[in-house]
RNA sequence: GCUCUGAUAGCUCAGCUGGAUAGAGCACUUCCCUCCUAAGGAAGGGGUCGGGCGUUCGAAUCGCCCUCGGGGCACCA
């Protein structure tokens, strides 16, 4: 919405300086594109256009230029509404912000909670696979990253108009599942779950961790467990059973925590069941000739002309590799639901593999191979260095939504809310889940990011809970408002009484908010909406810690700053909507 | 060796399709609850934007070189 008043402006100005230009020069030129920005400070104006570039074409100062076309714009009869200043050597423009609200406040009653969406994607189809756990350990925190961006990112494109599968790939198979496994059979003297009272992923990840401390002093471990995958593949029965019932152990422990962490999927692949795909895709390249088959029998790809090297796509043996299944699995994923785009939510040290992935789709003729994204995401580290499973430095998923919950919990108590919110134990939930949330999606994914539990847990400044903070005021007085005989359905509202400077920032920051939802998705970069919404709360909690709403005189001022307040809040769900914060009407 | 990626305040991060005195949060020093929830607000100190050269009227932002950090380059996944 700010971008139409942004774009007729810059047509405007675009305009006469063409008309300009043939005045002084007395034919017409090429004039480079005009620049809009936004100026630093609020006092001048809400938008600005250097006039630096066009000094020399036009033999014009650029404060000289800014003041001739301030006074023949000012003369345009049907000019968009604003006033028009001279900033030295820029043209700006203060925009009205009161015409701004009243649209604005139209638009959100209508959209609800879809203003901020756009079409942009149109019905375009896209799979989006991300978390892809293994079965022999519980989440960690670099899982929870990899899990909030790939929510983020799905919510944020069906924003945008796309029709989104969230699809899970479990790594239920392979040696390091049979190492669990083993450990189990040698020392598990039949222990459940159950029995133990333990979840069943961190019940099957204490035997992960017993098959480490194991083979150190058993040489033949590895090779045990290598005989166990063989057992495996062979579908010994004694085998399967086991594996079967650990996988449910772990599958039903990982699901509390999706659970609790808002995390679903519209879809689950098993590795187990799309191992051995790929192949026949592989034997059709081959026939095809854009692979090649070595003496020994492997089949390879030439990546040359991608600047890489060669790749193997089929051992000698004729078995699979990781790269097999992966191209198996985008197929049949495709079968299974035909789409036009498809992102992987994977850690950036695969970026190799996911080239080569592209490459080797696109060879193989795939038409859709072309919209393939590897939205890749940097390492999660702790203050004093890397996560290291040895070290047991990993911090557990569930532990640190406990943690963080418990906290809520007290803070709540200490501050005697209790009665007002509620529900405490959902309340204090919700809390942990948009700290955490907020936490991880804040940094732009690309980065290795570090991750401090102190920092984490504190719901000071720059935190989620700041903005539920900030959601639940809003609430509450809206409530007040509406108790004591106030509507705010009742329209229209007198917009000309928002003149503050606050109050013309805020306005503009609740019209921004659908381009960032539109560049959060060309980017699949959440953090930008996490950036939009912290500085919106700060200007809300600027503006109404200084401004009387519900006692700000005259009924007319209070209905427009209960309707300002009303359109912050509606965007502040819309957005926390995108980026895994919860909505909390009171905290 | 080849390649990708990063370096901004003591710490964690924004800003990077070039533009006006480089911004937040935390930490530190002050101040503000007879007033819609102080999980808040205000003020202050703190920066040769890793270094150099270049392009430009103008560079944290673009290009080249260098330094340092992280990843990747298996018939592992």
Redesign the pocket.
């Known amino acids: 919405m700010l971008d139409t008043v942004r774009q007729s402006w810059k047509a405007l100005v675009e305009k006469e300086l063409a008309s300009y230009a043939l005045t002084i020069l007395g034919k017409e030129v090429e004039l480079p594109e005009l620049?809009v920005?936004t100026?630093?400070?609020p006092e001048?104006g809400d938008l600005?256009f250097?006039l630096?570039?066009y000094a020399k074409i036009l033999r014009t100062a650029p404060p000289m230029l800014a003041a001739s076309l301030k006074e023949r714009i000012g003369k345009i009869p049907d000019r968009p509404l604003g006033d028009l200043l001279v900033?030295?050597s820029?043209l700006?423009i203060r925009i009205d912000t009161a015409a701004l609200a009243t649209s604005l406040s139209m638009a959100i009653e209508a959209e609800g909670s879809h203003y901020g969406e756009n079409r942009s994607l149109g019905d375009k189809r896209i799979t989006i696979e991300f978390s892809c756990p293994n079965t022999n350990k519980p989440l960690h925190l670099g899982h929870m990253r990899n899990d909030s961006i790939g929510e983020s990112i799905s919510a944020i494109m069906k924003a945008n108009g796309a029709t989104v599968r969230k699809v899970n790939l479990i790594?239920d198979r392979?040696v390091h599942i049979c190492k669990s496994m083993l450990a189990y059979q040698k020392f598990g003297k039949g222990e459940t779950p159950e029995s133990t009272g333990m979840k069943g992923d961190h019940f099957v990840g204490k035997y992960y961790v017993k098959f480490a401390a194991w083979a150190k002093e058993e040489p033949s471990a590895e090779q045990q467990a290598q005989e166990m995958l063989q057992r495996w593949e062979e579908d010994d029965p004694v085998v399967m059973e086991l594996w079967h019932r650990m996988n449910k152990w772990t599958l039903d422990g990982l699901s509390e925590s999706y659970e609790k962490m808002g995390i679903s999927f519209d879809h689950y692949y098993y590795?187990s069941e799309t191992y051995k795909y790929g192949k026949d895709e592989i034997l059709k390249g081959l026939d095809k000739g854009v692979f090649y088959r070595?003496e020994?029998g492997?089949v390879w790809v030439d990546l040359e002309n991608i600047k890489l090297?060669k790749k193997?796509l089929l051992?000698?043996?004729g078995t699979s590799?990781?790269m097999t299944q992966d191209v198996g699995t985008a197929i049949m994923r495709h079968k299974d639901w035909p789409f036009d785009s498809l992102i992987y939510v994977v850690a950036?040290?695969?970026?190799?593999?996911f080239k080569v992935l592209f490459h080797v789709l696109a060879l193989l003729g795939h038409t859709w191979a072309e919209d393939l994204h590897h939205l890749s995401y940097g390492?999660v580290n702790l203050p004093d260095g890397k996560m290291k499973s040895r070290e047991g430095t990993v911090v557990d998923a569930d532990e640190l939504l406990l943690q963080l919950t418990g906290l809520?919990a007290a803070?709540?108590r200490s501050?005697q809310?209790e009665e007002q919110v509620g529900d405490v134990d959902k309340t204090s939930s919700a809390?942990a889940l948009g700290a955490l949330n907020y936490y991880l999606l804040?940094?732009?994914p690309?980065?290795?990011?570090?991750f401090?539990p102190t920092?984490s847990i504190?719901?000071?400044?720059?935190t989620g809970?700041?903005l539920q903070?900030m959601g639940?005021?809003i609430s509450?007085?809206l409530g007040?408002y509406e108790s004591e005989g106030g509507d705010r359905t009742k329209r229209p509202f007198d917009s000309s009484l928002l003149t503050l400077s606050d109050e013309r920032e805020l306005i503009k920051q609740i019209a921004l908010y659908p381009e960032v939802v539109a560049r959060a998705g060309a980017e699949l970069d959440p953090?930008?909406l996490c950036?939009f919404l912290?500085e919106l709360s700060?200007l809300f909690?600027?503006w109404?810690?200084?401004?009387?709403?519900?006692?700000a005189g005259s009924d007319e001022l209070v209905r427009a700053r209960i309707e300002l307040s009303a359109m912050v809040m509606q965007v502040l769900k819309n957005a926390f909507a995108l980026v895994g914060i919860p909505f909390l009407h009171?905290?």
């Open positions: 620049a920005q100026p630093p400070k001048l600005a250097p630096f570039a900033a030295g820029y700006n790594n392979g590795e070595e020994d492997s090297d193997v051992r000698k043996d590799l990781y950036s040290e695969q970026q190799y593999h390492m809520a803070e709540i501050k809310r809390i804040q940094v732009n690309l980065k290795d990011m570090i401090n920092e504190s719901f000071n400044g720059n809970p700041y903070y639940a005021r509450s007085m007040r953090s930008l950036s912290y700060r909690s600027r109404y810690h200084d401004n009387p709403v519900l006692k009171s905290m």
